[in-house]
């Protein structure tokens, strides 16, 4: 599939998946909910999960499950999650 992409593609799609996964973006889209309550932080992730839901009704089969395939957790991952379950 990597082959249907030119070099400038995957250079866009880098540049991207830093920024949305940069500290200042998750900062900034952190920033409206400091201090909401509960119940509203409730009512944005059923909002959420009614999106996703929407979105993935969407796609084909093929590429609903490779979205919905989940990615194995990095090395460093898994020894840190058992570093806390040991605590």
């Not at 952190?30 to 509960?38: D, E, K, L, Y």
Request: negative net charge; proline residues 6%.
């Amino acid at each position: 599939m990597s082959e249907d992409y030119t070099p400038d593609m995957l250079a866009m799609l880098e540049r991207q998946r830093a920024y949305f996964s940069s500290d200042e973006h998750i900062l900034e889209r952190a920033r409206p909910w400091r201090g909401a309550s509960a119940e509203d932080c409730w009512i944005a992730v059923v909002e959420a999960c009614r999106d996703a839901e929407w979105m993935l009704g969407l796609m084909d089969a093929e590429t609903r499950e490779r979205a919905l395939r989940p990615e194995p957790f990095p090395d460093r991952v898994l020894a840190a999650l058992e570093a806390m379950q040991q605590r």
